[in-house]
Nanobody
Framework: QVQLVESGGGLVQAGGSLRLSCAAS????????MGWYRQAPGKQRELVAV???????RYADPVKGRFTISRDNAKNTVYLQMNSLKPEDTAVYYC????????????WGQGTQVTVSS
């Protein structure tokens, strides 16, 4: 059974930084693409960033140049470093894996709240 557990969310002022972590178990982590999504109140869940098994990355336009996705296969963990945060980045952030390679949606974590104050 695949389990994903996010951590690292919190309250930060605009311009600040946070690093989210997602620890995976029950899957062959090293061969899976891992994705970060977010969902703001009243909005649909959107893909933020994806990292492939070999380290290739893709980002949504709103976060390009500010967010960095990375992975540590030895720790079965994927990270999302978020810099220059804006109030519009406020959302629940989820990690996911499985299914479509560059838009994984089969398995989800419980989410972690990120709130950016102005």
């Amino acid at each position: 059974q695949v389990q994903l557990v996010e951590s690292g969310g919190g309250l930060v002022q605009a311009g600040g930084s946070l690093r989210l972590s997602c620890a995976a178990s029950g899957t062959i982590f090293s061969i899976n693409a891992m994705g970060w999504y977010r969902q703001a109140p009243g909005k649909q869940r959107e893909l933020v960033a994806v990292i492939g098994s070999a380290g290739s990355t893709r980002y949504a336009d709103p976060v390009k140049g500010r967010f960095t996705i990375s992975r540590d296969n030895a720790k079965n963990t994927v990270y999302l470093q978020m810099n220059s945060l804006k109030p519009e980045d406020t959302a629940v952030y989820y990690c996911a894996t499985g299914g479509r390679y560059w838009a994984p949606t089969d398995y989800w974590g419980q989410g972690t709240q990120v709130t950016v104050s102005s």
